[in-house]
């Protein structure tokens, strides 16, 4: 059976971006909740802060780390297999991604190492807004890099001159149509995927009575931004659904599961989307609530996927299901935040072990959540590469052979399992030190910088016998 290059490109770049997203999301939520710690601290004088922020660049170093190694291999496979498509779209994504190293990459790399190394060696002042750039750097990096991704799916101010892409406005470029949207909706993303992960694991310290008072403040810091976060994701998702309708009303076709445009639709809880017969089959439904979510109206009119040739149409079945978990997850975080917000009097939130132990469990919930709407999202633009002007198959490296792209596959895979085990070993190896290790390791550095310059004089007075 001959190897398809299409195919292969396709999941080892799916592949690549899932494994490096889940990093991202995680760090970008995480840089500003250090630099809140790191605020508290310098306002309050609360040794606490700091014993909570300390423990927390421990993590955030570890995923950091992880995040920039799996990211540098996506720039690469634009000149490996998307060759094509990288050269008609440089002379716009050539400055994006210039800029983000730029504005971006040069900021948290330059802060990064006053925030990891330099407490005790800085006036605190200077730490915290050291950890205040580097949360800047994570955001104006998700900028620029939505930003680019938006274009491929609402192109504007974007001319095409003989097989090249040209920038008529920068402006307009760079805030599409759906920029705003997918901006906003990525980044309230990234503090609930921080804040779900914070409240497990200081509920799993809670459980074990480790460092109590730091723990329980995390924990109820972390549970408010679940309840308000949470539903402001369901409106903001909303507002980005409306949008998607307005300009790729195939994707939300797929979404929907929805064949013929019509009106008055159902809402899927449940189907089997059959491509080849162009229908659904057990579907489970609720009469026009579909037409409501998406217009506003319950008689509102939803396109269908016919619309389209079966050709132009995206993986059905993929898009329909990635988008439930995507919705089913972002339910369970507002249900968590409820919850939390109902056992707050007296904190019974402290003492409700299946509460504790559903956030343990939740604290992936963000991740799943992410994952499902990356896919709905580069999967329910295809076939395009760019929507409705250059498709995967004009993008793709003429020269490609399926070997030379299952070999990549199979090696980006070996790697990244790598290191994705190393991470997540010494990941676990902080959450179980804790507080306490990440502390007492500060404590014997602090001890070592007060012996140095009475080991340097007695080396000179032993040099100077």
């Not at 250090?34 to 700091?50: H, R």
């Not at 008609?88 to 330059?110: K, R």
């Not at 101010?157 to 402006?171: A, H, I, K, P, T």
């Not at 707050?344 to 991740?367: A, D, I, T, W």
């Amino acid at each position: 059976m001959e190897l398809d290059p299409l195919i292969l490109s396709r999941i080892q770049f799916a592949f690549v971006v899932c494994f490096h997203a889940i990093f991202p999301v995680f760090t970008i939520g995480l840089a500003s909740f250090v630099a809140v710690l790191e605020a508290l601290s310098l306002k309050t004088g609360n040794p606490v802060w700091q014993r909570l922020s300390k423990f927390w660049i421990q993590v955030f170093a570890v995923v950091f780390g992880m995040g920039v190694v799996s990211g540098i291999v996506m720039s690469f496979q634009f000149g490996t297999n998307w060759s094509n498509f990288s050269y008609a779209t440089a002379n716009f994504l050539g400055p994006i991604l210039s800029y983000e190293v730029i504005t971006a990459f040069f900021l948290e790399a330059g802060f990064l190492g006053v925030l990891l190394f330099g407490r005790d060696k800085v006036p605190q002042g200077v730490h915290f807004f050291a950890a205040l750039m580097v949360a800047v750097g994570t955001f104006i990096s998700s900028f620029w890099i939505l930003a680019a991704n938006s274009a491929l799916h609402t192109p504007d101010g974007l001319v095409m001159r003989d097989g090249l892409y040209y920038v008529s406005s920068w402006s307009d470029a760079i805030f599409n149509p759906s920029f705003g949207y997918r901006f906003l909706h990525m980044g309230v993303a990234s503090f609930l995927t921080a804040s779900f992960v914070v409240a497990g694991v200081t509920a799993w310290f809670v459980m074990q009575k480790r460092e109590m008072e730091a723990n329980k403040k995390a924990l109820s810091i972390a549970l408010w931004l679940i309840l308000i976060l949470a539903p402001a994701q369901v409106v903001i998702g909303d507002f980005h659904g409306l949008n998607t309708l307005e300009h790729q009303p195939t994707k939300v076709a797929a979404m929907e599961g929805n064949w013929e445009t019509s009106t008055g639709v159902p809402l899927l809880l449940f189907a089997w989307p059959d491509q080849e017969a162009q229908e659904n089959h057990f579907e489970i439904k609720i009469p026009k609530l579909a037409s409501f979510i998406l217009t506003h109206d319950w008689d509102g009119e939803v396109p269908g996927l016919k619309e389209v040739a079966p050709e132009e149409q995206p993986p059905v079945f993929i898009v329909f299901w990635a988008f439930r978990v995507m919705v089913g997850m972002g339910m369970l975080m507002v249900l968590f935040g409820l919850a939390g917000l109902l056992l707050r009097r007296k904190q019974r939130y402290l003492e409700c072990k299946p509460f504790l132990n559903g956030l343990r469990v939740m604290s992936l919930s963000p991740f799943i959540a992410v994952l499902a709407g990356w896919i709905v999202t580069e999967t329910g633009r295809a076939p395009w590469l760019i929507y409705e002007q250059m498709t995967h198959a004009q993008g793709l490296t003429p020269s490609l052979t399926g070997g030379m792209a299952l070999f990549t596959l199979i090696g980006y895979i070996l790697v990244y399992a790598m290191v994705f085990s190393a991470g997540v070993f010494y990941l676990m190896t902080v959450f179980r030190g804790g507080l306490e290790t990440a502390n007492t390791n500060h404590l014997d550095s602090a001890r070592e910088k007060a012996q140095r310059p009475m080991s340097a004089a007695n080396a000179n007075l032993e040099g100077g016998l």
